[in-house]
């Protein structure tokens, strides 16, 4: 009678517990600036908004001047961010990239391409501005560590640009 209880591998693989992509989305967010100060209840919410995407090594993820709808997560893999042919940066799983198009839908600025197979989730603006107008306290957190965000990427931007330029003065 215990033998008849039993199920299959065709049962078993039909009810086959799906990948848990939001918790190991929320693990990723929690690391990340943008939910700096948000309790692990507040960043798993977000992870579900969250819209998953693979892509294969080689295949654009978007191009420049594509209409930015939002920032992307990369739980695995890498994407080169490139314009025209140079790569300007490489993105590596927990990063987070694209997040300007969370302030504005402009056009991106460059190319973002996966070296290697990728999996992204995707925080679109949309969701991002339902959220906002819902949680008004927490949406200030969340744009202060924003504007923290795209302060420091405009530093280290500076930053290289300054090293580059006197390197070339000094020829």
């Known amino acids: 009678m215990a033998g008849k209880f039993q199920t299959s ?3 078993h693989n039909y009810f086959k517990p799906k990948d848990d992509w939001v918790e190991d989305t929320a693990k990723k967010c929690e690391e990340n600036l943008l939910f700096k100060g ?3 209840t507040v960043v798993r919410w977000f992870a579900a908004k969250m819209h998953p995407r693979e892509y294969d090594a080689g295949e654009t993820i978007f191009h420049a001047g594509d209409e930015g709808a ?3 997560l990369l ?3 890498k994407i080169a961010i490139r314009s025209k042919g140079m790569d300007l940066a490489t993105i590596n799983a927990g990063d987070m990239f694209g997040e300007v198009a969370l302030v504005d839908g402009q056009a991106r600025t460059a190319d973002a391409v996966a070296v290697e197979p990728c999996e992204l989730v995707f925080l679109l603006r949309t969701d991002l501005n339902d959220w906002i107008n819902s949680q008004p306290k927490h949406a200030c957190v969340l744009l202060k560590n924003l504007g923290a965000m795209l302060a420091g990427r405009l530093l280290e931007s500076n930053k290289n640009l300054s090293h580059v330029i006197s390197e070339d003065s000094s020829k």
């Open 70 to 72: 939002g920032a992307i």
């Open 38 to 40: 948000f309790s692990p």
């Open 9 to 11: 591998a065709l049962w």
């Open 75 to 77: 739980r695995s893999g």
